[in-house]
Structure formats: C-alpha cells, structure tokens
C-alpha cells in the first residue's frame, strides 16, 4: 500500500464525498501533477490553475487588483484570494494555492528568495501559512509543493489548522533599539538562541533568525507596536545568512 500524501489525499477526500483544486504560481503545476501521478485521482479532483502574471490572478482566480497593488503576489492576502478563487471556479469543496518567491532572482525588499505562502479554503474557514526555504530554485518548489500536500493531508484527516504561534521571549534591545532574541518559550519547552542573523521589517514587524542549540533555525517576528512576539517558521532550512 502507498501511503504517499498524494495517495493520502486521495482516499481522505473519498472518505468526505469531497472534490479538490489547486491554485499554483511559483510551483508552476508541480502539486497538481503529484496529485494525478495517483490513478484514479479524477474521482476527487477537479482541475488546477498555474497563474503566474497578476493578469492570470485576476482574471482565472479572481483575486482583486487592490490585493495585489497594496500586498502583492506573495502575500497572505494574495494566496488566500487564490484559494478562495479557485474552489470558486471550480465548485471545490477544498482549494490550496501557493505563491512565493523561488528564486534565484525576484527578491524584494521584505520579501526575500525563498519566500512562500501557502493558502486553503474549506467550507470551515481559509489559512495561510508563512515559510523561508533555503534551497535553491528546483528545491524550494519541491519543499513548497510538499508542505503543500501536507498541510492537506493534516486538514482533511482531521487536525485543525493552527493558529500563527504567539510566544514568550526574553530579549535585549541595543543602542539604535534592535531587538535581540536570547531565549523563548515554545511547545511548553524553554529555548536558549545560540546565535542570531539576518532581519528584515514588513508590514508584520520585524523578522530575526535564529538558531538554538542542535541547528534549528526559527524565525521571530517582533511586532514593536504592540510588544508581541510570535513565530514565522522553524527550521525551514539550516542557514541564517
């Protein structure tokens, strides 16, 4: 028996009377072509849209020229317009969608190579989830494509979605006023931050890595207006440069 998540989602989507759609960008049609590696998968899914050009957002998936303009493509704005879009044409009860920035090219500022959201719409409520991929082109669609897939699994086999991690952190503040993680509560385990790198501010805050004893890297998104503290991704690659 295969128990791929391509096979995986195929027989929980079964199991709900379910249809699927995907709605793709940076990963260019990879999802769709692991679900239909499946034999059998016409059953339960319907079909993809890979729409790269803001025109093919707009127009295939409905996403709002004001989403784009003021957040972008690779926002969670974007990806959750996407998804939404997409079981929209298609009549899905079910629809992933992924945008990002696979690289090697195409970072901007805020906005580094690498950079994925993913996106789902259910009849119980949409998500998106933020990752920083290290690899390099073919990998990071590879690694976008598989969360893909695995964020579906866990949804569809009952795990509800998690809400982005709000933590505890002790840190220290230098002289222009940079925050410095030295440690953090999370999962009910205490971290000590062995070494920090690079940063960068968005309209979410600003986002330091960090790497804890044994490789982990975290990412922690310090939001200074209000003081709060909350994770962008662990381990989503070994390097922080």
């Known amino acids: 028996?295969?128990?791929?998540?391509?096979?995986?989602?195929?027989?929980?989507?079964?199991?709900?009377?379910?249809?699927?759609?995907?709605?793709?960008?940076?990963?260019?049609?990879?999802?769709?072509?692991?679900?239909?590696?499946?034999?059998?998968?016409?059953?339960?899914?319907?079909?993809?849209?890979?729409?790269?050009?803001?025109?093919?957002?707009?127009?295939?998936?409905?996403?709002?020229?004001?989403t784009l303009e003021r957040y972008g493509a690779v926002s969670e704005e974007t990806v959750l317009e996407m998804a939404r879009g997409v079981c929209a044409a298609f009549g899905a009860q079910v629809g992933v969608s992924?945008?990002?920035?696979?690289?090697?090219?195409?970072?901007?500022?805020?906005?580094?190579?690498?950079?994925?959201?993913?996106?789902?719409?259910?009849?119980?409520?949409?998500?998106?989830?933020?990752?920083?991929?290290?690899?390099?082109r073919e990998e990071n669609k590879s690694q976008s494509a598989e969360e893909a897939l695995r964020r579906l699994v866990e949804y569809l086999g009952g795990k509800p979605p998690e809400k982005p991690d709000t933590i505890e952190?002790?840190?220290?503040?230098?002289?222009?006023?940079r925050a410095w993680p030295l440690e953090f509560t999370w999962q009910g385990k205490r971290w000590q931050v062995s070494d920090t790198g690079r940063r960068w501010q968005d309209d979410r805050g600003e986002h330091i890595l960090g790497m804890v004893p044994g490789g982990q890297v975290f990412e922690f998104v310090y939001r200074a207006s209000t003081g709060q503290w909350s994770l962008g991704f662990v381990n989503a690659g070994r390097r922080l440069t």
């Open 98 to 136: 992924i945008t990002g920035i696979a690289g090697p090219g195409g970072a901007m500022p805020g906005k580094p190579v690498g950079l994925v959201w993913i996106g789902m719409s259910a009849p119980d409520g949409d998500w998106a989830w933020r990752y920083l991929w290290s690899g390099n």
């Open 169 to 177: 952190v002790r840190a220290r503040w230098d002289e222009q006023g």
């Open 1 to 66: 028996m295969d128990f791929s998540l391509e096979y995986q989602i195929g027989d929980l989507l079964r199991a709900r009377g379910w249809k699927l759609a995907v709605a793709e960008s940076c990963t260019g049609g990879l999802v769709g072509h692991r679900i239909t590696n499946v034999p059998g998968s016409s059953e339960y899914y319907l079909g993809s849209v890979t729409a790269y050009a803001y025109e093919a957002k707009e127009r295939l998936l409905g996403v709002r020229h004001e």
